[in-house]
Antibody, heavy 119, light 108 residues
Framework: EVQLVQSGAEVKKPGESLKISCKGS????????IGWVRQMPGKGLEWMGI????????RYSPSFQGQVTISADKSISTAYLQWSSLKASDTAMYYC????????????WGQGTLVTVSS | AIRMTQSPSSFSASTGDRVTITCRAS??????LAWYQQKPGKAPKLLIY???TLQSGVPSRFSGSGSGTDFTLTISCLQSEDFATYYC??????????FGPGTKVDIK
C-alpha cells in the first residue's frame, strides 16, 4: 500500500528556520516525483514544486522559487520542504503528494503538516 | 503559466441531485486534467485523471469530460459523502501544474 506520512504540526516564530518531512513507503521511492502543495487557511491549493528522488532533479513554481527548498534523502525514502527564514504569511497546511506516471497528476497524498508562524 | 478557472465557486445541492462543475484553462491542455475532492480537515483525493478516467476505487457516479480548454465534472446522484470542495488541475505545462480555485458543494 502506497503511503506518504508527513511530520507533525509546527509552531514557529518569524525569522526561524524549519524543515518538514514526507516519508514514502509501499512503492519505489526513487522512481516517482514527489511534490509539495500549499493550502493557506480557508484558501485553495497551490503547487509549489516537485523533486525526483532518484537524482534530486527539482522544479519550482515561480511563485515559490527562492522562498523554499525542496530536497530528498533516497536512503530513507523521505522528501523535505524547508524554509531558512519563516514569515507569518507562511502559515498554512502543507501537503506532499506523489506524481503518477506517466501522467503528472497527484495520485497519493500525505496527511498534511500544519505550519503556524506567529510572534 | 496556465490559469485555471472554475464555476460556480460554490453552490448548494440536495442528496440525489445531478451536479456539474465546470473548469476552464487559459490555453489548450489537451486532456491533461485531473479532478480532486477535498473534505474539511482532510487531504485532497484524486477522483479523475486524463479528463475522464476514473481513479481506482472512485464511485461510478463521478464522471469527467472535455478536452482542450473546457472540462466538466459531473456527479450523477449526489450522496451525503460528496459534500466537499472540488479542484481541477492541469498537468500539461509546468511549472506550475496549476490548480483551479475550487468549487464548494454544500447541503441545500
Amino acid at each position: 500500500e502506497v503511503q506518504l506520512v508527513q511530520s507533525g504540526a509546527e509552531v514557529k516564530k518569524p525569522g526561524e528556520s524549519l524543515k518538514i518531512s514526507c516519508k514514502g513507503s509501499g512503492y519505489s521511492f526513487t522512481s516517482y516525483w514527489i511534490g509539495w502543495v500549499r493550502q493557506m487557511p480557508g484558501k485553495g491549493l497551490e503547487w509549489m514544486g516537485i523533486i525526483y528522488p532518484g537524482d534530486s532533479d527539482t522544479r519550482y513554481s515561480p511563485s515559490f522559487q527562492g522562498q523554499v527548498t525542496i530536497s530528498a534523502d533516497k536512503s530513507i525514502s523521505t522528501a523535505y520542504l524547508q524554509w531558512s527564514s519563516l514569515k507569518a504569511s507562511d502559515t498554512a497546511m502543507y501537503y506532499c503528494a506523489r506524481l503518477g506516471t506517466p501522467e503528472n497528476y497527484f495520485d497519493y497524498w500525505g496527511q498534511g503538516t500544519l505550519v503556524t508562524v506567529s510572534s | 503559466a496556465i490559469r485555471m478557472t472554475q464555476s460556480p465557486s460554490s453552490f448548494s445541492a440536495s442528496t440525489g441531485d445531478r451536479v456539474t462543475i465546470t473548469c476552464r484553462a487559459s490555453q489548450g491542455i489537451s486532456s491533461y486534467l485531473a479532478w480532486y475532492q477535498q473534505k474539511p480537515g482532510k487531504a485532497p483525493k484524486l477522483l479523475i485523471y486524463a479528463a475522464s478516467t476514473l481513479q481506482s476505487g472512485v464511485p461510478s457516479r463521478f464522471s469527467g469530460s472535455g478536452s482542450g480548454t473546457d472540462f466538466t465534472l459531473t456527479i450523477s446522484c449526489l450522496q451525503s459523502e460528496d459534500f466537499a470542495t472540488y479542484y481541477c488541475q492541469q498537468y500539461y505545462s509546468y511549472p506550475p501544474f496549476t490548480f483551479g480555485p475550487g468549487t464548494k458543494v454544500d447541503i441545500k
